[in-house]
C-alpha cells in the first residue's frame, strides 16, 4: 500500500504538467493551445445543439421531446431568473448576450466531462477572454445610458465632501477592474481544481490496482480493494462536478447581469 501511495506521489508532477496549456500552434502566449481546440469544439457543439434545437420548433411554440423541452428549459431559465429576476423592465435587451455568456461557460466547462477530454474554460486565457466581453458589456451599457464623462462621475456617491467622494471614486474604479479579474479567475479556479481533484482519485484508483494485476497476492488483493473505494470517491466527485460546471456557468452569467444593473441604475 506503501507503494501505492509513492507511485501517486511520483505521479502528481506529471499530472498537473497535463493541465498547462500547451501550444499545438505557434506557442502558448500567441498561437493555439491544447485549451483552445477544446473550446472551439464546445463552441461548435454549443451551435449545433442551437441549430438542431430550432429546427424541432420550426413551426410550433410548444416543444415535443426531451432534447427539445430540456433546451427551452434552460432557455426560459436564462430568460426569467437572470434577466428579467435581476434587470427588471430592461432584461429583454441584455437576454441575448447574457443568454450567449452562460451557455459559451456552460458548454466550455461541460466539454471536460467527457473521458480524456479538458474543459474549453481551464485555462486562464480563455475565461479571461469571455470575462472581458463582459467587462467591455456592461461598461458600454453604462457608457451609452449616462455619456463617458457620466458613467465615470457616476462611480462616486453625491452629496459628500469632495475628499471622500474622491476616496470612493478611486475605490469604485478600482472595483470595477477588479470584476474583470475575479470573473476570469473565479471560473478557472473551480475548473482547475475540480479536474485535478478527479484526475488525483483516477491516479489513486490506477495505483492500487496494477500491483494485484501484476502479481495477485494476498496482500496485492486488499490493495487492490482500496481502488474499489477510490472509485467510487471518483464517480462522487464527478456527479458533484456535474453540478459545479451548470453553477460556474449560472454564477458567471449572474454577476454580469448584476454588473449591468449596477451599470444602468441611475443611483449614484
Not at 474499489?228 to 456527479?239: D, Q, R
Request: charged share 10%; proline share 3%.
Amino acid at each position: 500500500m506503501d507503494e501505492a501511495f509513492k507511485q501517486v506521489t511520483d505521479s502528481l508532477g506529471e499530472l498537473l504538467d497535463s493541465f498547462y496549456p500547451a501550444a499545438i500552434v505557434g506557442n502558448t502566449v500567441v498561437g493555439l493551445t491544447v485549451y483552445i481546440v477544446y473550446f472551439i469544439l464546445a463552441m461548435y457543439a454549443m451551435l449545433r445543439v442551437i441549430s438542431l434545437y430550432e429546427k424541432k420548433m420550426e413551426g410550433t411554440l410548444v416543444p415535443h421531446g426531451v432534447f427539445a423541452n430540456i433546451v427551452d428549459a434552460c432557455m426560459q431559465f436564462v430568460a426569467n431568473d437572470l434577466c428579467r429576476g435581476v434587470l427588471g423592465e430592461t432584461w429583454t435587451k441584455h437576454l441575448p448576450f447574457l443568454g450567449t455568456v452562460f451557455f459559451v461557460v456552460l458548454f466550455g466547462n461541460y466539454i471536460g466531462m467527457l473521458p480524456t477530454w479538458k474543459p474549453g474554460t481551464g485555462s486562464t486565457g480563455i475565461t479571461g477572454a469571455v470575462a472581458f466581453a463582459s467587462f467591455v458589456y456592461f461598461i458600454g451599457v453604462g457608457v451609452k445610458k449616462k455619456g463617458a464623462w457620466g458613467y465615470i462621475k457616476s462611480l462616486a456617491p453625491k452629496d459628500v465632501m469632495a475628499p471622500i467622494a474622491l476616496l470612493v471614486w478611486v475605490i469604485e474604479v478600482f472595483s470595477t477592474f477588479l470584476r474583470l479579474i475575479t470573473l476570469a479567475v473565479r471560473l478557472f479556479c473551480n475548473m482547475f481544481a475540480g479536474h485535478l481533484v478527479m484526475g488525483v482519485f483516477a491516479l489513486m484508483c490506477s495505483a492500487f490496482v496494477n500491483p494485484m494485476l501484476q502479481q495477485f497476492t494476498l496482500a496485492n488483493l486488499g490493495t487492490g480493494a482500496m481502488s474499489v473505494l477510490w472509485m467510487l470517491m471518483l464517480l462522487i466527485i464527478y456527479a458533484v462536478e456535474l453540478i459545479v460546471c451548470f453553477v460556474q456557468a449560472y454564477v458567471f452569467a449572474l454577476l454580469t447581469a448584476v454588473y449591468v444593473k449596477l451599470a444602468e441604475s441611475d443611483e449614484e
